[in-house]
């Protein structure tokens, strides 16, 4: 079976730091495409970053780029979120996902993931 669980959230002040962690089991860790996603309320869920664990490539939203780095421990089959700089508006549930990897590229839209994390809130104050 399949499992995907999230950690790290948390509520910290503008400007600081959190790590999420998603630890996975019930499948191939290198087989797959992890993702993290989030949605905050009232809004679409959105994609965050990505990651191949298997050649370590990655994706991240232009809204994250150069605060928040993807990175996995193949060993522990974890991947995590370090997210820096803070922001109200990163104020979510942060999801982790996983896809087979079926494609080249990896996909970044929240609609090409197969599972699911439960989620974990992230809030920042200003």
């Known amino acids: 079976e399949v499992q995907l669980v999230e950690s790290g959230g948390g509520l910290v002040p503008a400007g600081g730091s959190l790590r999420l962690s998603c630890a996975a089991s019930?499948?191939?860790?290198?087989?797959?495409?992890i993702g993290w996603f989030r949605q905050a309320p009232g809004k679409e869920r959105e994609g965050v970053s990505c990651?191949?664990?298997?050649?370590?490539?990655?994706y991240y939203a232009d809204s994250v780029k150069g605060r928040f780095t993807i990175s996995s421990d193949n060993a522990k089959n974890t991947v995590y979120l370090q997210m820096n700089s803070l922001k109200p508006e990163d104020t979510a549930v942060y999801y982790c996902?996983?896809?087979?990897?079926?494609?080249?590229?990896?996909?970044?839209?929240?609609?090409?993931?197969?599972?699911w994390g439960q989620g974990t809130q992230v809030t920042v104050s200003s």
């Open positions: 990651i191949s664990s298997s050649d370590g490539s990655t």
């Open positions: 019930g499948f191939t860790f290198d087989d797959y495409y």
């Open positions: 996902a996983a896809v087979f990897r079926r494609t080249y590229m990896i996909p970044t839209g929240w609609e090409d993931y197969d599972y």
